[in-house]
């Protein structure tokens, strides 16, 4: 196999417009910070955001122009800042359409991607306004006559993913907790790694079970310390809380988020 190592600008440069874009992470942890500077930096518009529980990523992308729709079960900065102000703003004003999710039927509808099959049956929803809300259908299992539902296929066209470590080839190391990452890995047409380093030659073929997300599903491998920032890395660094805190402050306002965005966010890229 030959080596999938590119830069950020190139792998980036991929993704079309209008993609279905899976970001790994949760909430403040270990999603794909430098990618999602990236794709603000490129001018990306009309993504369509997959992740169970987004922040700053899917903030930063409503107000940026790039997000047009969010497949989420939650968007906010858990207990530390709230909602994400910036995304409500465009999903209140209609720039960027809610798909509303449970986590878990993200979660179900990444697995039916995988297995190849156009919905994954869940239990637990039944009573649920979500299912009026996104006209999820309900179905009889044939066996039991029970009343599940139909949860529809989530298969994103790109799946953009931060790791401590992989290799050349795309062999990649989460520490801690994994989230939906190899589901999102597994499901995507194409995806990019970021990590915050390169693993030596040989060490995933010596002890293949440290790979926690295999090289057959990954395109691209660019090598980004620090590629989580301002969100944390478990093990390496925590959240920039002082500098979240400040893009939350500026999401109250159209007009200071965008000079914040130009002067504090691409301004960083650029540099």
């Known amino acids: 196999?030959?080596?999938?190592?590119?830069?950020?600008?190139?792998?980036?440069?991929?993704?079309?417009?209008?993609?279905?874009?899976?970001?790994?992470?949760?909430?403040?942890?270990?999603?794909?910070?430098?990618?999602?500077?990236?794709?603000?930096?490129?001018?990306?518009?009309?993504?369509?955001?997959?992740?169970?529980?987004?922040?700053?990523?899917?903030?930063?992308?409503?107000?940026?122009?790039?997000?047009?729709?969010?497949?989420?079960?939650?968007?906010?900065?858990?207990?530390?800042?709230g909602l994400a102000p910036a995304y409500r703003r465009a999903v209140e004003s209609g720039v960027v359409v809610a798909s509303e999710h449970a986590c878990y039927t993200v979660i179900a509808g990444l697995r039916a991607a995988i297995q190849g099959v156009p919905f994954m049956p869940v239990a637990g929803l039944i009573g649920s306004d979500?299912?009026?809300?996104?006209d999820f259908r309900t179905i009889a299992d044939p066996y039991t006559g029970e009343t599940v539902v139909a949860i529809p296929a989530l298969k994103p066209d790109v799946a953009i993913i931060h790791v401590h470590e992989v290799d050349e080839l795309g062999n990649a190391l989460i520490v801690g907790s994994k989230f939906e990452d190899v589901l999102m890995a597994q499901a995507a047409d194409y995806v990019i790694l970021t990590a915050e380093r390169i693993a030596d030659d040989g060490v995933f073929a010596s002890d293949p079970v440290r790979a926690s997300i295999s090289s057959l599903y990954v395109d691209a491998v660019v090598e980004t310390p620090r590629g989580a920032w301002p969100l944390g890395c478990a093990g390496l660094y925590k959240p920039d809380l002082v500098f979240l805190a400040e893009f939350v402050n500026a999401g109250a306002d159209a007009d200071r988020l965008s000079a914040f965005i130009a002067d504090r966010i691409l301004a960083l890229v650029a540099a």
Do not use: W
């Not at 874009?21 to 990236?38: K, L, M, Q, S, W």
């Not at 979500?130 to 996104?134: E, F, I, V």
């Open 1 to 81: 196999m030959q080596s999938k190592l590119t830069d950020l600008a190139s792998a980036v440069g991929q993704i079309r417009d209008g993609s279905r874009i899976a970001i790994g992470g949760n909430t403040i942890h270990r999603g794909p910070g430098a990618a999602v500077h990236e794709l603000v930096r490129q001018g990306k518009t009309g993504l369509e955001v997959i992740k169970t529980a987004g922040a700053y990523d899917i903030d930063l992308l409503s107000a940026a122009g790039c997000a047009a729709s969010v497949s989420a079960g939650y968007v906010g900065y858990e207990s530390v800042f």
């Open 130 to 134: 979500l299912l009026a809300a996104r």
